[in-house]
């Protein structure tokens, strides 16, 4: 095992796999029946010039790309640990640009290079709960950059209706080819610039509570088991163990 940890974790070997994913991703779009929904509200903060940070729980992040048809520069905050470099590679075929740091690791470096790409106009998108959790609990690091760039935030979601979910600590769901799927936009949440500690907690708990409802409503929708958050006081999870549900 640890031999094939090594193999696997190869920086040739590592490209090659990125590549492979990237190219998984879009056969999963092409052969499947997607819809966006909600895409004009998307659009109607673009067209006014609005920035808005994109805020997806990192267990639904595979096909999210996908859904960005917009001609308008994004990029999505990645962790430095070497799963981040991975996926920032996969990204990066995709057209996704990125931006390394966490809650854990560069957590302030990150934040203020989100704060200067937003005032740049472009696009931030973040999982609130990444990289290590606790699953579908949102950090408090989306509602800071929003105050600080005056950039709305964006509740997305999606599901799948034929679909492996992982036993990591995400429940990272891996939709599979010729699937129905949606990818489904909340309504924006505001962040005054002058948002004092106490709203910046509403506003957290208003963005964890709309992704949690977005994703239940998905999932009911498209008959799959419904994925429950962690408990609200759970330690951060380890990285993934493989697995299927």
Request: charged share 20%; aromatic share 6%.
């Amino acid at each position: 095992m640890a031999v094939a940890r090594r193999f696997v974790r190869h920086p040739a070997v590592s490209a090659a796999l990125s590549w492979l994913a990237a190219r998984y991703i879009r056969l999963v779009w092409l052969t499947g029946r997607w819809r966006i929904e909600n895409a004009a509200t998307a659009e109607k903060l673009i067209a006014d010039g609005r920035p808005f940070i994109a805020c997806f729980w990192h267990g639904r992040m595979l096909m999210i790309p996908n859904a960005w048809k917009y001609d308008a520069p994004i990029s999505i905050l990645i962790s430095h640990h070497r799963d981040g470099v991975f996926i920032s590679r996969t990204l990066g075929h995709l057209g996704v640009g990125t931006i390394a740091g966490s809650s854990s690791r560069g957590g302030a470096s990150a934040l203020a290079g989100m704060v200067r790409a937003l005032k740049r106009g472009e696009y931030m998108g973040i999982t609130p709960d990444g990289p290590r959790g606790p699953r579908m609990r949102a950090a408090p690091g989306a509602a800071a950059a929003a105050r600080l760039s005056g950039a709305v935030l964006l509740p997305v979601s999606y599901s799948a209706s034929c679909r492996r979910v992982l036993s990591s600590w995400d429940r990272f769901v891996v939709p599979f080819p010729f699937t129905r799927g949606i990818v489904r936009i909340g309504q924006p949440i505001e962040v005054a610039r002058n948002a004092d500690e106490d709203a910046l907690e509403r506003a957290r708990h208003r963005l964890e509570t709309e992704l949690i409802s977005l994703t239940d409503a998905l999932d009911t929708e498209l008959g799959v088991d419904r994925i429950a958050p962690a408990a609200a006081d759970s330690p951060a999870g380890p990285t993934a163990k493989s697995g299927a549900k």
